[in-house]
């Protein structure tokens, strides 16, 4: 007897909130906060903060229509290899096994965005003729994505620092063993690139034993009208 009683007034209860639910949710209250106050104790969970959407490569901002996002990192003392970024694909990576010690360097066609080349340069060890015979065949417009790994410059001479210079760099002329580098270029660019940052080996102030930070930096590149023929 007392079951069927308590069963009863069980239901009563919850007729009576589904009814109330009912006429709320007609008159345009939110039944799904009730819901959750009821089954928390009363009290209303905080709304969760909503995530800054990512675009390509991780930007916070779209770019702009004919224009190429993109992420360059340089690598992290010799222990972690740079990463090249564009348009949402990974060019240069530790996990695609095509970065090496010294120059990372991707060349894309600057008219549709399509990746021409990419290739690492040992300015360590290796030979800086081989840096020389691929930059200077270089076409109009082709883009010059670059990301140091450990040590860019040792091997560096004047005429391959002269050739970044006519990409567009500024800081190729002063690029010394060990600095973090990371640059974007063109064949054919009339001023200065916007794209370079440099981080200078210092003992005083390197983020590493014997290297500086790792350097981050990305952006929209326009693409370049095809050439006229």
Partial sequence: MRFAV????????????????????????????????????????????????????????????????????????????PKICLEDKILVSSAKNNVGRGLN????????????????FDMWAGEVSELLKFLRPLHEGTLVFVA???????????????????????????LSFRDSWVFVGAKGIENKSPFEQRMKNSKGSNKYEGWPESLEMDGCIPLRAPLET
């Fill in 6 to 81: 308590a069963l009863r007034a069980v239901a009563l209860v919850l007729l009576l909130g589904f009814t109330w639910l009912l006429a709320n949710s007609m008159l345009g209250g939110d039944g799904n906060s009730l819901i959750r106050m009821l089954f928390s104790g009363g009290q209303e969970e905080p709304t969760p903060e909503p995530r800054p959407r990512k675009y390509k490569c991780g930007l916070s901002a779209p770019c702009p229509p004919k224009h190429l996002a993109f992420r360059l990192t340089s690598g992290a003392a010799n222990v972690i290899g």
């Fill in 105 to 120: 360097v991707a060349l894309v066609n600057g008219v549709n965005g399509d990746l021409l080349e990419v290739k690492a």
């Fill in 148 to 174: 140091s790994f450990d040590d860019p410059a040792t091997k560096l001479n004047d005429e391959a620092r002269r050739l970044f210079e006519e990409l567009g760099s500024t800081a190729a002329k002063e």
